[in-house]
């Protein structure tokens, strides 16, 4: 990862390795296409040492498949087809994450009203994991827990304490 040239490095332990392979396999078989990746790289591709995998775009996920499911923490990302921002919306807001929500709109307006329904922490518009060290940090449902960054976060390391103290009789 210290490389000028390198575009992707290898997941931090075999446990992970395995742990994304068998998700981006159950999603597979569950109805999803792994477009491209999907697969360990043979040495052809990657002769370093390390718990390499295939950049993967899996296409064809629904909410039913564990792709849609559940988070894939690895060079994965899941493309699920909507016609309308009705349902892109709805589609968004089933899973039961909410860390993070990306659009992409030349239109204000459409930005700030699908912003306000989307079901998470962080929401971007024409960009993607820009992170402001001064705007708070965190998910909705069961994407992480409290938040990190600006004001909030003092909230995470602080206690609240009330003292009364009565002192006549």
Not at 29 to 36: D, I, K, M, R, Y
Not at 75 to 96: G, H
Not at 110 to 127: E, I, L, P, Q, S
Request: proline residues 7%; aromatic residues 8%.
């Amino acid at each position: 990862p210290m490389l000028l040239e390198t575009d992707i490095g290898p997941l931090i332990s075999r446990g992970q390795l395995l742990r994304v392979r068998g998700q981006v396999d159950k999603a597979v078989s569950e109805g999803a296409v792994a477009l491209t990746g999907g697969r360990l790289p043979g040495p052809e591709r990657c002769a370093l040492p390390g718990h390499f995998y295939e950049p993967t775009v899996l296409t064809n996920v629904t909410p039913e498949n564990t792709a849609f499911a559940e988070e894939i923490f690895g060079p994965c990302v899941s493309i699920s087809e909507f016609e309308t921002e009705e349902q892109a919306i709805e589609l968004a807001n089933k899973s039961r994450y909410g860390l993070g929500g990306a659009i992409w709109t030349a239109n204000v307006r459409r930005a700030h009203r699908v912003a306000r329904r989307m079901r998470c922490g962080v929401m971007w518009v024409n960009c993607h994991h820009r992170n402001d060290p001064s705007s708070p940090w965190g998910g909705f449902g069961d994407s992480g827990i409290g938040r990190e960054n600006g004001p909030q976060a003092f909230e995470e390391f602080t206690t609240t304490q009330s003292l009364t103290i009565r002192t006549t009789d």
